[in-house]
């Protein structure tokens, strides 16, 4: 569960850096995103532990009841179908531009999402077996390019710091945060399979710490190498930094394992958000089987993520309005939700009171 948790984060590391106006404080801004996300990882952890081995959409259905349950549901389903539909984009943009532009992104679209198919009809475990593979990828990859990459850093890319109005570092932190730490609300629908006796609090942390770690290394390493201007000039930064790097005078093209290490984390995000929709979709149809699902959610998120945009510029100037728009699903909801729950279940520990004496 930990590794879901920091492999569906890493999802959206393809994002980091790519903040502007931040110049060489965009490393603190990420720091800021990890306090912004303290109290929605309470709400998390305090809903998980409310109600044990459940999923989000039995607690969303145990606190609100059939009616309202449902329509929540149909938010949280929306949202994880639109979330996926938005980073299967990204990365068939970061695919046509960067390795094979002549390819048809549909073509490409539709290959990421047949491997989330695969993943998810063998069930959550798959998804928690792979997450658990491929972080010991991710990190190490970020972790190597760092240090080969250290005799081709300045670090007086890093000064001045703290140049950046408090405004603008704020916002970023926010950003970053809804961009990323705020969509975990969706992880939820895993922890029906983690036992009671395991702390949820803990397994949040771990897993933040662990993110926390890979995602500021390759912050640091993008504004080291490439200077806080130019890395605010691409819109994949981590590529772009890790490209001129060499090991000698035989070894070269590093960045097609940050390439590799991008989309194997943007497929298990794609994944647990393909998981989370066809898991809502079964209990809202009462269907019998969740994987019966995953096919239509995969159709739907084809039939959005095409024609949503047109280029790589038009997704990345939705970001600002998503940062907003996703605050219903990560922050309003949630804190909804957590009220309600916590509010039924002092309602059911409370003591009864005891009937008065017959005269």
Known sequence: MRCILAMFWSGSLVLLGNYRNMGPDSWIAFLLAAVFFLPLLWIHTRLIQIYPEKNLFEMIYETFGKILGAVCSLFFIFFAIHLSSLVTRVFGEFIQALSMPETPQTLTIALILLIAYWSVTNGPENVGRTSKFL????????AATFFIGIKDMNFENLKPVMETD???????GFSICMLSLGESILCLSF???VPKKESPKKIYLIALIGFLIVGLIAILRNVLILGPTVTSLYYFPSYAAV?????????????????IDLMIAGLVKISVCVYTASLGLTKVLHAPNQKTMVAPCIMLIIALAIPAFKNTIDIFDFFPYFTVYSTVFEVFLPFVLWITAEIKSRLKSAPARPEPAES
């Open 135 to 142: 972080w010991n990828i991710i990190w190490l990859s970020v």
């Open 166 to 172: 408090l405004t603008t570092l704020v916002g970023g």
């Open 191 to 193: 922890f029906s399979a």
């Open 243 to 259: 490209s001129v790097l060499t090991v000698g005078d035989f070894f070269s093209r590093i960045e097609v394992l940050i390439g």
